[in-house]
């Protein structure tokens, strides 16, 4: 109470104290009192109201997760596998039993040496001993192997047991007889060790033992699922490649689908297949060997290369089934991507850089991204393809790196109106361009010329110590010997072997220079946009060396560029796309592969600019620096006597598919056919030449007529008669007969009668030999043999008119 609350008392000191009573009223705290403002109580009433509310929360919640999309996929999974559940069991009991049979194959393989004993079979049937013998020679060594390896495992176990079984019975007898507090600390430490060691082994021993059937079957279904991709986070993880990355399972699915029945039954028996090389990074792509099953051969494979691309998530260029080794060994090669789609990048020599002819010349990438050095010394060339793929661009590349060796002679011989070649003029000896006669002429000059210089150098090579059989470097470099490279390039040269007065001479030369040429430092490029069996002699196709195919149209000019039989090993370049893989080739012979694809270096001369010119003029500097010379000369002129008409022949043709043609009407067509031959013929004139062929005109509705029959079965036994075989060419080479030199030398002059071509005329300007001032021989073909060897007094004559 405060102190204002008391009455004040104002009677004197000593005077009693007055009491006075006040109402007052005890309170307690169970009486109830007013809450104050602002807080609300908590009854519980309210408590069962706010746990009502948290769980409609909840359940509203769960709802919600329940009806949510992962929640209803996660449902129907395990929903499916539900239903799906006996049957998994069965699978998983299926892979069980083929797991441990495959295991129980693999065991009797190893056991038996099955694969060397079916491969000792193989050899035997066919007749093969040399093979037979070795794989009978592995299984022996093998049996003895394995029986030492026995021997050295059981000596290592008897030893260990020898060492190991007396150390055991002195611990064993030691802790038996002693206590544990009367040894020494270190020893009674050794046997604590010990005891904690057996604890644990008593009690890791039961779960392994639980554990160890559960592993087994698991490895069981492992080894005997079925070998076809799994989730797809796990057959295509994250990662920078994930687009191109290509795998061995991923492949044998491409396989599997690919529609041939052995092939179909292998992977329906759950076989697997045998990865001879693992698929692996090889390049801008991945490569891979396979042995294929039985009944399937990589050709069947190759075949259906579209639908194998298309499996594989490749485009057709980007897949390349080929035969390995062996028609059961498949080598894929699968470019990533979009690899293939730039360009090759500038020529690696553009700027600078110089070629020896002995090691190549950078010619392109493959599909593997590698820079390939083309051959040339011993090698010769028929590039072709459809007009505007890269064929001339080539041709043109190969003689850019030629000309870089200051040592190399070049020759260019254009069957056409094409200056692709014109910036090279002031580094050929010889050089022709145009479609007159004069440059075919030209053309088969310079072959005949080829052919003697090739004999000079093989008399050369036989004088030389040792009697080397090729000209090498070392034999090139001295320029005594003229044996440097000589490099000749004909393109279009289609029109010079189709020439009806020049072609079957141009083409025996070519065979016989393809064929012997190549060891005498002699090269031939060969260009053309016409590789059938009519406009490419067979020989030609044959006998060379490397092949390049840009985009050609069907199989015909894909086999005539790279050789019979290429396309069904699914060597094609039918799969070029015109004009988007402009500047791409198919090459064979130009690595040791069996062919690459070859994105080719473009050096630019078109449009205003010239990148050739500059390259040019760097080869005349390098050759003016190691003091080379080029010398102009006209070669001696050719004479050759005109093809004679096949009358045979041009009767078939105006035939026209007729069954009977009369001979009046036969008569105007072969005016028109030929009118400088058959403008003034006679009904005796072609009776005559009928007769001669040994067919004889029949009488026809009153009117004398030819029968397309006896034609076609004349010239049909012509055929076989030049062949020895039905619609076949002659493989064989009478060095007597054909391709035969000359022997007759008649003037430089060309004809009066000779119609002139200013392209001609004007590369005709340009015709030059390598040679010095002082030079020991003539060229030309003379009737007396050149000299075998030049002056020895002339140490810089390292070439001569005549090659």
């Given amino acids: 109470m405060n102190a204002d609350e008391h009455p004040v008392n104002d009677a004197p000191a000593g005077a009693e104290l007055e009491r006075k009573i006040y109402d007052a009223e005890f309170v307690t705290d169970d009486t109830p009192r007013p809450a104050p403002s602002g807080i609300r109580r908590w009854t519980p009433a309210g408590r069962r109201h706010t746990r009502t509310r948290i769980a409609r929360w909840l359940a509203g919640l769960l709802r919600r997760a329940w009806q949510s999309s992962p929640f209803v996929r996660a449902r129907s999974v395990a929903a499916y596998r539900m239903r799906k559940l006996p049957m998994d069991v069965a699978r998983l009991a299926w892979f ?190 991945t490569y891979a060997q396979i042995r294929l099953p039985l009944g399937v051969t990589a050709d069947m494979v190759a075949a259906r290369r579209p639908t194998l691309a298309a499996n594989l998530g490749r485009a057709s260029l980007e897949t390349w089934p080929t035969k390995g080794e ?47 050095n083309a051959p040339l010394i011993g090698a010769n060339w028929l590039v072709g393809g459809r007009p505007g793929q890269g064929k001339s661009a080539c041709l043109r590349t190969l003689l850019l790196g030629a000309a870089l060796d200051p040592t190399a002679e070049l020759w260019v011989f254009v069957m056409g109106e094409s200056p692709d070649f014109d910036p090279f003029t002031p580094r050929l000896a010889r050089y022709r361009m145009g479609m007159d006669d004069a440059v075919a002429e030209a053309a088969l000059q310079g072959l005949s010329d080829l052919l003697e210089e090739m004999e000079r150098r093989g008399k050369v090579l036989g004088q030389q110590p040792g009697r080397p059989p090729k000209v090498s470097r070392k034999l090139a470099d001295q320029r005594h010997l003229g044996l440097h490279p000589l490099v000749c390039a004909i393109d279009e040269c289609h ?120 390259v040019i003029a760097r080869a005349l ?49 072969l005016a028109e056919h030929n009118p400088a031959e058959y403008e003034g013929w006679t009904f005796a ?40 075989e039905p619609g076949g060419e002659s493989d064989g080479e009478d060095t007597e ?18 119609r002139k071509h200013p392209s001609g005329e004007a590369g005709e300007a340009h015709s030059r030999l390598f040679d010095t001032p002082e030079n020991p021989r003539k060229h030309g073909v003379g009737t007396s043999a050149p000299d075998p060897l030049p002056a020895v007094d002339s140490p810089d004559d390292w070439g001569s008119d005549d090659g």
């Fill in 326 to 372: 062996e028609d059961g060994l498949l080598d894929l090669w699968v470019a990533d991507k979009g690899a293939l789609n730039g360009g090759a990048g500038d020529w690696p020599l553009l700027t600078d850089g110089q070629v020896d002819l002995f090691d190549g010349v950078p010619f392109g990438l493959t599909q593997r991204g590698l820079v390939i």
């Fill in 737 to 754: 007969t054909r391709g035969g030199n000359p022997r007759t030398s008649p003037s430089r002059n060309p004809r009066s009668d000779q």
């Fill in 685 to 724: 004139d072609l009776t005559a030449a009928l007769t001669e062929q040994g067919i004889t005109p029949v009488k026809s509705h009153g009117n004398m007529a030819v029968r397309s029959e006896d034609v076609t079965a004349k010239l049909t036994a012509r055929a076989q008669d030049t062949t020895g």
């Fill in 495 to 614: 029109e010079l072997f189709q020439h009806p007065k020049y072609g079957k001479q141009a083409a025996e030369m070519a065979i016989r220079l393809i064929k012997r040429g190549r060891k005498y430092g002699i090269v031939l490029l060969l260009a053309t946009q016409s590789p059938t069996k009519d406009s490419i002699p067979r020989e030609v196709t044959r006998n060379i060396s490397c092949g390049v195919a840009f985009s050609v149209a069907d199989q015909i000019a894909n086999d005539g560029l790279l050789g019979s039989g290429k396309y069904r090993a699914g060597i094609r370049a039918t799969d070029l796309r015109m004009n988007t893989d402009r500047g791409t080739c198919v090459a064979v012979g130009v690595t040791d592969a069996t062919f690459e694809l070859v994105r080719t270096f473009y050096v630019p001369f078109e449009d205003g600019t010239d990148d050739v010119s500059p």
């Fill in 96 to 285: 069980v039993a083929r797991g441990h049979w495959r295991w129980l194959v693999k065991f009797w393989n190893w056991a038996t040496y099955a694969d060397l004993r079916a491969d000792a079979r193989s050899a035997r049937l066919a007749g093969n001993t040399e093979a037979r013998r070795t794989a009978q020679e592995l299984i022996r060594s093998d049996a003895k192997a394995r029986w030492a390896k026995v021997g050295i495992a059981v000596r290592r176990i008897v030893v260990a047991v020898r060492v190991l079984g007396p150390v055991a019975i002195v611990l064993w007898a030691t802790d038996s007889w002693l206590d544990r507090a009367d040894m020494w600390p270190w020893l009674a430490d050794v046997y604590t060790g010990m005891d904690a060691v057996w604890s644990v082994l008593t009690v890791a021993g039961p779960i392994v033992l639980w554990l160890a059937p559960l592993a087994w079957l698991v490895a069981a279904v492992f080894e005997g699922r079925d070998k076809t991709p799994g989730a797809g986070w796990l057959v295509h993880p994250e990662r920078d490649d994930n687009d191109s990355w290509i795998d061995e399972r991923m492949i044998s699915v491409a396989l599997a689908h690919l529609g041939i029945t052995p092939l179909n039954r292998f992977f329906k028996d759950g076989g697997a297949l045998a990865y001879t090389v693992a698929a692996r990074k090889d390049g801008d792509g």
């Fill in 621 to 669: 500097a390098i050759m003016q620096e190691t003091g080379r010379q080029i010398q102009i000369q006209t070669p001696d002129r050719l004479e050759i006597d005109a093809a004679p008409v096949d009358h045979l022949a041009a009767i078939a043709a105006v035939m026209r598919d007729g069954r009977r043609v009369r001979t009046q009407v036969m008569l105007s067509r």
